[in-house]
Every structure is written in C-alpha cells, then in structure tokens.
C-alpha cells in the first residue's frame, strides 16, 4: 500500500514570503497526485493534480504554483504569500477513483 | 453547477447509539460517491464508498444509503464509539479528476 509523506507538518510564514511544500509518495509507482487545500470550516478545494512527471494542471487560478521534478515527488510553491493562502494543504494519490490523502500540512500566513 | 452539501454542520449522539449523516448532492450525472472521515489535524480517510448503480452499500459498522430520486446518500455508524468522532465528508465523482467535497459534518460522541 502507498505512503504518503508532506513536510513541513506546520508552518507560520509571513506575508509576501516564498512558500514551498513537498509531498513524497511510496509504495506506488506512476501516481497520480493532486494538492487540496481546506480552509478553515470548509471544504476541500482542488488545487492542482499531475498525471505524470512535468505535467500540471491547475484547476483554480491563484498565486500558487505546483512542480512534479520526480514520479513520486510533487511541491507546491508560492513566490509570494498572501493571507489567504492560510489553510490546511494535503497532498493526494489517485487510485482508480479513491484519492488517498497525506498527513496535511497547516500554514498560517500572518 | 455541481454541489455537494450535508444538512447538519453538527452532530452530537451518545455513545452506543447509531449516527446517520446526511449529503445532498445535485448533479444527477454523478455516478460515484464517497465517504471520508478526518480526524482533527489529519487528513481525510476513505471510510466507504458506492456507485450510482446501488442503493445501499455495507462495510464494518458503516452503512452508505443512496437515493438517487432525490439525490441524498446517507452515511450510518452502528454503535458509535469515542474513537468516531471526527468531520465526515461526503465527495461527489464526475470523472477521473473531478471529486468535491461537501463542507463536512462534525461528529460528536457523548460518553
């Protein structure tokens, strides 16, 4: 079965800071990945999902961008941070129709 | 649009007794549904899942109830525990990349 691994767990950066947030998959070969984000009291929204190494697609526009260097490793960055980019960030496998999710890492943006 | 919601954003129920969650979804072509649970500062975790082409889906402690006709599924937990307490989601499935999640209910259980 996969393992899903992100780092770092929490984070508190202040705005207009880089961000960069690493997820790192095994137990799976060729995955497809996804990063969700959740606010507070919401739901999760899909950010970006990548079907093989180099590909991204982003399916909200915003000031985050997303980076597949390797199968099983998928980041997500940011140039400059905003408050609203606080929030709980989880990185995803796809398999068949289920998504497996990683641990989360929370970033609070002051 | 598509949507995917739960009418309660709480739910408190004794230990021992069985919880129902509801969902309300509105696309009629969604063919897939799942259930999640997350725990507080963890990320979610597939509880049960069904398709379209059922009604009612088993697993251990867990039922999943789907009504097509007035696009509703249900999740119930049998004699619920303190280890159930949790945000349970339901996700709606169009397609290989399309999953959206309703807000979530919080599951409380009373000792």
Redo the contacts between chains.
Sequence with gaps: SQT?HQWPATLVQPVGSPLSLECTVEGTSNP?L?WYRQAA????Q?LF?SVGIGQI?SEVPQNLSASRPQDRQFILSSKKLLLSDSGFY?C?V?LG????????T?LTVL | GES?GLHLPTLSVQEGDNSIINCAYSNSASD?F?W?KQES??????II?IRSNMDKRQGQRVTVLLNKTVKHLSLQIAATQPGDSAVY?CAD?TG??N??????TRLTVIP
């Design positions: 899903i497809n996804y009291g919401r739901g999760l899909l999902y697609s989880l995803a796809g129709q289920l998504r497996y999710f990683g641990p989360g929370r | 995917v897939y799942i999640y500062g963890k990320g979610p975790q597939f899942d989601f499935q290989a990349n999953l959206f999640f309703g807000t979530g």
